[in-house]
């Protein structure tokens, strides 16, 4: 887990605050900040690879950082870069908050996945996670989704609005340590979905439909 923290710290961090400080000069502030987004990028691709994360929640980051790329990309300035990180991460946030309105939260689909990777069955994990009393703590999990990426991308406007593309070193600290907050608490929240679940099975006769061959 430290280890993990590390590498974060380097690569969402350390490395951009550094390609941005000393590449503005040289490049200009377009291209130093594209050239900052690189690490996080390249670490991003390279967790994906080693965790083997070939599942929905994988994919769900690894296309976001795909459109997130592409949008970057394709901005002809770095404030327009910034505000279409803004406009991007709120569609980001509410695609979470479609998936509770339609029933289907996305952290029950994560802790899905995480759970097959446990090498529980995908259909007995969904059966259980399903049950009233443990759907609603993975609408309200998904809710905190939610509420991370609509004020992390408000914060990111307040910045850009009093500081503009000079305050960009601020918004890779100050960002990315209200997101490790929201991540402690998204983890948390999943640690106590776990111990919900635990006592639901010790307190419940629950079987899993078993599927009978024809």
Do not use: C
Not at 84 to 92: A, E, H, I, K, S
Not at 102 to 121: E, N, S, V
Not at 127 to 155: A, D, E, K, P, V
């Amino acid at each position: 887990m430290r280890k993990i923290a590390f590498l974060d710290i380097i690569f969402y961090v350390a490395i951009p605050y550094f390609l941005w400080t000393y590449g503005r000069d040289p490049l200009g502030d377009y291209y130093a900040m594209l050239l900052s987004t690189v690490p996080g990028f390249a670490y991003t691709i390279y967790r994906f690879i080693v965790q083997k994360q070939f599942n929905m929640m994988g994919l769900f980051i690894i296309g976001s950082l795909i459109i997130s790329t592409s949008v970057n990309i394709l901005s002809s300035n770095a404030e327009n870069m910034l505000w279409n990180q803004v406009y991007l991460g709120y569609l980001f946030a509410s695609v979470y908050l479609l998936s509770m309105i339609f029933k289907r939260p996305l952290a029950l689909t994560f802790a899905i996945d995480f759970a097959f990777l446990q090498g529980y069955p995908r259909e007995n994990s969904k059966t259980l996670y399903s049950t009233q009393g443990i759907f609603m703590w993975f609408q309200l999990l998904t809710l905190l989704f939610f509420l991370r990426g609509l004020f992390q991308n408000t914060f990111k406007a307040w910045l850009i609005s009093n500081y503009g593309v000079n305050g960009y070193d601020q918004m890779l600290i100050y960002l990315s340590i209200s997101g490790w907050i929201f991540n402690g608490l998204i983890f948390a929240g999943f640690i106590f979905i776990s111990s919900k679940i635990y006592n639901f099975l010790e307190g419940n006769d629950f079987q899993f439909p078993v599927n009978h061959p024809e």
